[in-house]
């Protein structure tokens, strides 16, 4: 249970910080944002602050920003239909009725003649008892159709996403990767600030209770001078030496106040693939200050994007397999194996995954972020935007594809772990 309340706790977490980065970038350009959703399928819970519906879903795989334009209006306004309008006090129609008419006794009925709700923002009618003349109505900006008792704000074309420039379309969608590279690097510094952060000095760091360190006699905090009578001047030196002799007796020069002591070691021997490296059970020494945890939360961040980076090109170069690839199911597994090393451990492995996440959006593939700026780049380099619908039928091939990669790579994580 444990693990299953941690994992929809950095799941839900990695999305919601997705989604954010989308919907502040969205408000700051001016989109009317209809929806924030946290999961898909039925809605849970769900509340209105503003202009837009906060919703969390069943189905915890994933989110989304429901921006005006991006999808056809589900709602229009036809010659020939009937419909119900309200006034705000500059009379300007701030609600279009379109069924259960008689619930709104003060509405003015109207048979439409002609409507544009996002150009020119007018409707043109004729009412039941003057069907001779011809009426035209100004839409206030800030105006909502009512469905059903429920107000659906209309969308004019300026608050639609196509209207808003290509810098601030692009830097929507680019938002919600960022907001995932964000967070990685803020938990980075928290770790930093509240646990320490390794440093690359010829320090000794905590030591394990059965290792060979603690039993040779080296303490935590020795500063080594020397290891076999060769200088070291970084942790990645001591390492180096102790990993080439397993159960081989070397050295060890240390600092210790104001004495310099020399301690024999024999690495312990471990396999690691086809050769044994050598361990004596000591960690990394570590600091800890505000400023060097904002440095080694850059420095965490970038690491682990060149190293996920590196790992997609040898799955697209072949030198990984598609069984290596793990989906929910796999990450589930993992997320097990980590909350059982505790709390500092599993906020690394969600700022791990809050990378990968935004990475993998940021690949040029249909109906992901990065298919998205793709987009945006042809039509940068056009001119002019590529039609809507052969756009949609793109991506809409792009996600097919997707979830046809989903089911697959969650078959194999199911043949691995269960199976």
Known sequence: MNTVIA????FGALVFFHELGHLIFAKRAGILCREFAIGFGPKILSFKRDETVYTIRLLPLGGFVRMAGEDPEMIDVKPGQVIGLLF???ERVEKVIINN??????ARVIEVEHADLEHEMIIKGYESEDEERLHTFRVAEESYFIVDGDEVQIAPYSRQFASKTLGQRAMAIFAGPLMNFVLAFVIFVVLGISQGYAVDKPVL????????????GLKQGDEVQAIDGAAVSTWQDVVEIIRKHPEQEIMFTVNR???TREIEVIPDSREMGEEKIGLIGVYAPVEKSVIGSITNGATETATWMKEIVTGLGKLVTGQFSLDMLSGPVGIYAATDQVAQSGIYYLMKWAAVLSINLGIVNLLPIPALDGGRLVFFAVEAVRGKPIDR?????????????????MLVVTWNDIQSFFL
Do not use: C, R, S, W
């Open 257 to 259: 106040g104001d004495e």
């Open 7 to 10: 994992f929809i706790i950095i």
């Open 101 to 106: 008419k008689e619930q709104y006794p003060d």
């Open 205 to 216: 760091g905590e030591l394990t209770k059965d290792g060979a360190a603690i039993e040779a």
């Open 389 to 405: 619908q052969k756009e949609g039928v793109v991506h809409f091939i792009g996600f097919a594809l997707l979830m046809l990669l």
């Open 88 to 90: 705000n006090n500059d």
